[in-house]
């Protein structure tokens, strides 16, 4: 076996903080940028770390933000301008031939803006006349539902609250967000077997668990403040395993900048006991596996399932017909690591299950949320201390925007709370979603698209149709704080309104205002800018929105929506009516710290759902989906090999794709990644025994093929071979560069989520010469 190259410090420390302050220089926003990293996630006046949804830790006075979450300040708070200076020496041909990184590097949209077709520019319009726009364009549809109006999960409470308002005034449901391409499995699953779409547990849980099963997530990166807790509870005697199909260097050992002790002493903390390096998608074969043992061998909480379950036997008969040669194939886990796996389950009071992006983005992303669920409830692991179910959400308010109505799909009695409290009529038939939304652009059905933040066509599938799509649009508007690559496909009008960000104060005619999130345990917390906006000129989202009410509706709106975009106070008290769980909103949120926990019934065995139980699933994709799909292609390939006769280079692979250490989504910080080591973006990830196997070497150069699911052929490269400790037949790559590899019908079948984790591709090995010769 060949030796794979370890990044051997533990994660944080000082690489971290040197990581940290470098982003901060690179931004030219060291003060501003500083300034705010002092007042993230603070108790009193600071404001929720845009970095991610991990809840604050409460014990903490003095700086609770991390490399991930300075990065993103540092994004904010540059200094740098996109102004219309700044588009009068670039025209929008030449912004198109521009990367992600070189678009986030431009600056901070600082004035609105308009696309004036005769230069090919964006140049400076009044926000009055961009109001006026809008209004006029969405007037002059022939129904509202040819209006898309896309959310980034990035947006506060307030201002979300106000937008679907406003949406739904309108008339449509057709609300796609962020959502839809992350946690909607999440949410469509626990919202079906346990009542609620949302985490069961709180921090607290974390220090009582005994067991944490962290599945498809890389919290080194992504959740870096994820790592103090997983650390902590490591120390107290907890048993943590990553299932994961890459063994990710960052959850090795975590060094905690902010404990000058391990600091200057080069401590470090302990974290994973173990990876299970399974097959890409083979979560739910795996968990089927565990499940059929615990069963077999009666290790299962019976008095919970009797008292609180319905569908076990429904579950337990699917179990039994599942072979074990089937769970093997499907995961690649022998049957011996998986039955050791389950007596860990078996043996421990407490179990907590974590999961991110590698178990939703799949076909198969319903079932596996379903098997977690599934194992939780066989173990009575629901409502108990120190266990439970806790999706890591990924944008710092995804979870907020759902809870306040951004939604395609909502339910009977959010439509019927909102018609009684707005005395206003509210749509009926559900809206678009990404993908839906996507399909409808690019057959011309939609003429409008509103985005309230977010990069709708680079991070959803097919962005370069989308891109098209956009074109061809009667009118395109961005609110937003960072230029990037939606915005440079300009319909007949096209428009850019800027907006102040979450680090920016927020002073309005009503004076300071704060606004709340709601972060991935269900607390709901204020969030207060604390530097100066980059420009004068800038609004908030909620004066955007008000704007666009008031010309589209007139000022006799029977809704008050300038005193909602000025005071939020406002804004909470109608929330306080509309929304459960919001009761005496903004008397509550200023009582307590800084917020309060969102009651969540399951936390008390109280179960929200049709059958009035909790209820098991069983999965509806076979657990060996994800192999049958590479032998059909292999065997396909087989017979296109013969004509091309390269019998050394038979390669069928599940390609993924993650993020790297210097990314926000699509944003594109720099071309780092520390603990994989690697400082670019074009990249194919692979284990060196593979690439032995095949006789390829690393720094050789590939290119993917795909096979779309209607036949077409798509490609994504050349990339430059890398290696990686990542499980036989699986390569990964960056996200968003590979989107374009991706189709809009290859998602799950319910929460309709993209299969950004499984694609079955071929690789192709590209000599110097072809590479020249296509250059
Ligand atoms: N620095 C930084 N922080 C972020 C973000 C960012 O882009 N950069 N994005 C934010 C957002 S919106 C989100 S949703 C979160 C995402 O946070 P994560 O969920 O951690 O995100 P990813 O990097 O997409 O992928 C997670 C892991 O899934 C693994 N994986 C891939 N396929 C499979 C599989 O089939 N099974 C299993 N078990 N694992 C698999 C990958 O190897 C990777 O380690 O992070 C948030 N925080
Ligand atoms: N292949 C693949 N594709 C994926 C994923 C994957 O893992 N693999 N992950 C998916 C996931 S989990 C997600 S969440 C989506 C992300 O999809 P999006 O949320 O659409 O993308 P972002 O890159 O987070 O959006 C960045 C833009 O938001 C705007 N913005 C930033 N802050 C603010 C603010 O405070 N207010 C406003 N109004 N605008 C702001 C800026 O203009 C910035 O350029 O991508 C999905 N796509
Ligand atoms: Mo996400």
């Known amino acids: 076996m060949r030796k794979i190259p370890v990044y051997t410090p533990p994660a944080g420390g000082w690489s971290s903080l040197i990581?940290?302050?470098?982003?901060?220089?690179?931004?030219?926003?060291?003060?501003?940028?500083?300034?705010?990293?002092?007042?993230?996630?603070?108790?009193?006046?600071?404001?929720?770390?845009?970095?991610?949804?991990?809840?604050?830790?409460?014990?903490?006075?003095?700086?609770?933000?991390?490399?991930?979450?300075?990065?993103?300040?540092?994004?904010?708070?540059?200094?740098?301008?996109?102004?219309?200076?700044?588009?009068?020496?670039?025209?929008?041909?030449e912004l198109?031939?521009?990367s992600g990184y070189e678009l986030e590097h431009s600056g901070r949209l600082s004035e609105p803006l308009y696309y004036d077709a005769a230069q090919d520019r964006y140049v400076a319009i009044s926000w009055q006349d961009a109001y006026a726009r809008i209004a006029e364009q969405l007037k002059n549809l022939d129904s509202p539902d040819e209006a898309l109006f896309y959310t980034s999960g990035r947006v506060a409470n307030e201002p979300a609250f106000m937008y679907q308002l406003l949406v739904r005034c309108f008339g449509t449901n057709n609300l796609p967000d962020c959502s839809n391409m992350c946690h909607e499995p999440t949410s469509v699953m626990l919202g079906k077997q346990l009542g609620v779409g949302k985490a069961t547990v709180v921090l607290e849980d974390f220090e009582q668990?005994?067991?944490?099963?962290?599945?498809?997530?890389?919290?080194?990166?992504?959740?870096?403040?994820?790592?103090?807790?997983?650390?902590?509870?490591?120390?107290?005697?907890?048993?943590?395993?990553?299932?994961?199909?890459?063994?990710?260097?960052?959850?090795?050992?975590?060094?905690?900048p902010q404990k000058l002790t391990q600091m200057v002493a080069g401590m470090s903390d302990d974290m994973v006991d173990n990876v299970i390096q399974i097959q890409i998608g083979g979560d739910a074969a795996l968990l089927t596996g565990m499940a059929k043992w615990l069963i077999e061998n009666d290790k299962i909480n019976t008095d919970f399932i009797e008292t609180h379950t319905s569908g076990f036997e429904a579950l337990k008969h699917w179990l039994r017909e599942q072979s074990w040669a089937d769970i093997v194939l499907g995961c690649g886990i022998s049957q011996q690591e998986i039955v050791n796996i389950a007596g860990l389950v078996a043996d421990s009071p407490a179990t907590i299950c974590t999961w991110g992006m590698g178990i939703t983005q799949h076909v198969q992303g319903d079932?596996?949320?379903?098997?977690?669920?599934?194992?939780?409830?066989?173990?009575?692991?629901?409502?108990?201390e120190g266990g439970g179910a806790s999706p890591i959400r990924g944008h710092s308010n995804v979870q907020g925007d759902r809870t306040m109505g951004i939604h395609e799909r909502p339910s009977q009695s959010l439509l019927d709370s909102m018609q009684k409290v707005f005395n206003h009529p509210m749509p009926q038939e559900n809206g678009l979603d990404v993908i839906s939304g996507a399909k409808a652009l690019i057959q011309g059905k939609i003429k409008v698209f509103v985005s309230m933040g977010g990069n709708y066509a680079v991070a959803a599938p097919d962005s370069n149709a989308i891109q098209q799509a956009l074109t061809k649009n009667q009118l395109n508007v961005f609110i937003a704080t960072k230029l990037n690559e939606t915005m440079l496909y300009p319909g007949v009008d096209n428009?850019?309104?800027?907006?102040?960000?979450?680090?920016?104060?927020?002073?309005?005619?009503?004076?300071?205002?704060?606004?709340?999130?709601?972060?991935?345990?269900?607390?709901?917390?204020?969030?207060?800018?604390r530097v100066k906006p980059i420009s004068k000129t800038l609004k908030s989202e909620a004066q955007i929105v008000t704007g666009i009410a008031t010309q589209l509706f007139g000022t006799e709106s029977s809704i008050p929506w300038q005193a909602m975009g000025e005071d939020f106070d406002v804004t909470r008290d109608y929330i306080a009516q509309a929304i459960a769980g919001?009761?005496?909103?903004?008397?509550?949120?200023?009582?307590?710290?800084?917020?309060?926990?969102?009651?969540?019934?399951?936390?008390?065995?109280?179960?929200?759902?049709?059958?009035?139980?909790?209820?098991?699933?069983?999965?509806?994709?076979?657990?060996?989906?994800?192999?049958t799909q590479m032998a059909d292609r292999t065997s396909t390939f087989d017979?296109?090999?013969?004509?091309?006769?390269?019998?050394?280079?038979?390669?069928?692979?599940?390609l993924t794709s993650v993020r790297s250490h210097d990314q926000f989504n699509t944003m594109i910080f720099g071309f780092q990644d520390r603990y994989r080591q690697t400082d670019r973006r074009d990249v194919l990830f692979m284990h060196p025994d593979e690439m032995s196997r095949l006789g390829w070497q690393k720094g050789d150069t590939v290119r993917v093929l795909r096979q779309d699911s209607k036949g077409q052929q798509r490609t994504l490269g050349p990339l430059i071979l890398t290696e990686m400790d990542i499980a036989a037949n699986a390569?990964?790559?960056?996200?968003?560069?590979?989107?374009?590899?991706?189709?809009?019908?290859?998602?799950?079948?319910?929460?309709?989520?993209?299969?950004?984790k499984s694609l079955t591709v071929i690789l192709e090995r590209v000599s110097a010469d072809d590479l020249v010769a296509s250059a």
């Open 19 to 93: 990581a940290s302050a470098r982003k901060l220089m690179d931004y030219k926003a060291f003060l501003r940028g500083s300034l705010s990293v002092l007042s993230s996630n603070q108790p009193i006046g600071g404001f929720d770390c845009p970095g991610c949804a991990w809840p604050d830790h409460k014990s903490h006075k003095t700086i609770d933000v991390c490399e991930t979450g300075i990065k993103v300040i540092a994004s904010e708070t540059m200094s740098t301008r996109a102004d219309a200076k700044f588009f009068a020496r670039h025209t929008v041909k």
């Open 96 to 98: 198109q031939g521009w």
């Open 209 to 256: 668990a005994k067991l944490i099963l962290m599945f498809g997530q890389n919290p080194a990166t992504n959740h870096p403040r994820m790592l103090e807790m997983l650390a902590h509870a490591h120390k107290q005697g907890c048993e943590i395993l990553s299932i994961n199909p890459m063994r990710e260097q960052g959850l090795k050992a975590f060094r905690n």
């Open 367 to 384: 079932d596996n949320v379903a098997m977690i669920t599934n194992l939780l409830l066989l173990m009575g692991m629901i409502g108990i």
């Open 495 to 529: 428009l850019i309104l800027p907006c102040v960000s979450r680090t920016e104060r927020l002073i309005t005619t009503k004076g300071e205002q704060f606004a709340t999130i709601e972060d991935s345990m269900c607390n709901i917390v204020t969030t207060q800018g």
């Open 582 to 627: 919001f009761e005496d909103f903004n008397q509550r949120i200023r009582a307590a710290d800084r917020g309060f926990h969102l009651y969540h019934p399951a936390r008390h065995r109280e179960w929200d759902t049709e059958s009035g139980k909790a209820q098991f699933e069983v999965p509806k994709y076979p657990i060996t989906y994800v192999a």
């Open 639 to 654: 017979d296109d090999n013969a004509k091309n006769s390269q019998p050394d280079e038979q390669a069928v692979w599940q």
């Open 731 to 756: 390569v990964a790559t960056y996200y968003p560069e590979c989107n374009d590899l991706i189709d809009l019908d290859t998602h799950a079948p319910d929460s309709r989520i993209p299969s950004y």
